[in-house]
C-alpha cells in the first residue's frame, strides 16, 4: 500500500479512543516514556530527551480541583535520577491540557493502537512533538511501528526511543 493509503487508513491520529465520561481518571498512576517524533534532526523538541536513558511518570489528582499533579523521575545516561513536577490545568469537557506556567503550550492527547498505552502532541512556540507513553516498561513492536506511522503521516520523521538500559528511578512510596 501506499504512503496515502496508509496515513488515511492507518496513521491518522484520532482521539476515539479516550473514554470522555472517566477522563481523567483512568490516566491515574504510573507511566513510562516509550518514543518520541519530532520534525528533523536539528528540531529542539528532542533536546530534553537526548541525555534521557528512561523516564517514568507519574499522575495523581492535585489539590485543587481541575488540576493534575505530574511527576517525573528521569533517569539521565550519566546515570543520576532528576525529579521533575508539572501541574496540568484541565478544562470542563476538553481532554486538552494546559500546562500551569506554560501558557503557550498545548497537549493534546490522541489514542494509541494497543490497550495501555497514549499519545500525545505537545505544541508550543518552539516545539510540536508527539509523545508514546505505556503502562508497562515495554510496548509490542507493533504499538511503537504504529505510533512512526502516524509520526510520519503528521509529517514528524524524526524518532528518538528512550534507550531504557538502566534501572528505572524510584518515586517516594513507590
Ligand atoms: O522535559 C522532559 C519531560 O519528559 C517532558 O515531558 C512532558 O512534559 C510530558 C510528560 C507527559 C507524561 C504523561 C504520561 C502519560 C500521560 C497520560 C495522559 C494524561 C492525561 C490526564
Avoid at 494546559?98 to 498545548?106: E, F
Avoid at 531504557?164 to 518515586?171: A, G, L, P
Wanted: negative net charge; aromatic residues 10%; proline residues 5%.
Amino acid at each position: 500500500v501506499d504512503l496515502f493509503t496508509v496515513c488515511e487508513e492507518a496513521g491518522k491520529l484520532s482521539a476515539g479512543e479516550i473514554n470522555r465520561l472517566e477522563f481523567p481518571s483512568q490516566y491515574f498512576g504510573s507511566w513510562y516514556f516509550i518514543a518520541a517524533a519530532a520534525a528533523g534532526p536539528g528540531d529542539p523538541s528532542l533536546e530534553a530527551f537526548t541525555s534521557m536513558d528512561n523516564t517514568r511518570f507519574r499522575i495523581q489528582e492535585d489539590l485543587q480541583p481541575n488540576r493534575l499533579l505530574l511527576t517525573a523521575r528521569i533517569r539521565a545516561n550519566n546515570g543520576s535520577c532528576m525529579p521533575r513536577e508539572w501541574i496540568y490545568l484541565v478544562t470542563e469537557g476538553s481532554t486538552d491540557l494546559q500546562t500551569k506556567g506554560r501558557t503557550d503550550r498545548i497537549t493534546e492527547l490522541f489514542s494509541c493502537t494497543c490497550p495501555d498505552c497514549i499519545i500525545l502532541q505537545e505544541t508550543d512556540l518552539k516545539v510540536k512533538r508527539l509523545l508514546l507513553y505505556s503502562r508497562s516498561p515495554q510496548l509490542p513492536e507493533a504499538c511503537v511501528e504504529d505510533f512512526k506511522k502516524a509520526a510520519s503521516c503528521s509529517r514528524l520523521k524524526e524518532i528518538l526511543l528512550l534507550p531504557q538500559t538502566q534501572e528505572y528511578c524510584e518515586f517516594q512510596g513507590n
